[in-house]
């Protein structure tokens, strides 16, 4: 028993969650209105895999309870260069629209909001994020995950093409 308890606090250190938004949301009916509260949840291990998740209950800690398991059961794998990411990627959400680019050692996390949270979820250092359009948490949260997801390594590429790394570098040159 005391194993397992152990076991369960070593999976839950790995994670880190920020919470991005917690709001009030409310139903009105016949008898007037129901209250309840919406949690918006960013979840990482620091090592390319990120997850995102939304939960709803009639208390706070509930709600980010719920958004954060289900942030880790849609855990999605990001390659990765390093501290940074391979290459540019557009991603898109909604009205939100976002572009990441990525940059040189020591230039920092720069982007704001949603996006900062998933880059340090992410483990992701050195990266530049511009957001376009609107600017709601949810959707550029989601905008910048729907880029993530685009991102391949130089091994799928090349297996997608049919070469090796090796072929492919030379190529460029």
Not at 147 to 172: C, I, N, P, W, Y
Request: net charge positive; aromatic share 2%; charged share 25%.
């Amino acid at each position: 028993m005391i194993q397992e308890k152990e076991k369960n606090i070593k999976e839950t250190q790995a994670y880190v969650d920020h919470v991005v938004a917690v709001r009030r949301v409310t139903k009105v009916t016949k008898g007037g209105k129901r209250f309840r509260i919406a949690a918006f949840v960013v979840t990482g291990d620091k090592n390319g895999n990120i997850g995102i998740g939304l939960g709803h209950s009639k208390e706070a800690a509930q709600a980010i309870a719920k958004a954060t398991v289900r942030a880790r059961k849609k855990m999605i794998a990001i390659p990765r260069r390093g501290r940074t990411i391979p290459y540019s990627v557009q991603g898109r959400h909604g009205a939100s629209r976002v572009v990441i680019h990525p940059a040189s050692h020591g230039t920092g996390n720069i982007a704001g909001g949603a996006a900062r949270a998933l880059c340090n979820a992410a483990g992701i250092e050195d990266v530049l994020i511009k957001r376009v359009g609107s600017s709601h948490s949810m959707n550029v949260a989601k905008a910048t995950l729907n880029a993530f997801a685009k991102l391949r390594t130089a091994d799928h590429l090349a297996r997608l093409r049919g070469k090796s790394v090796k072929q492919m570098v030379k190529e460029s040159e």
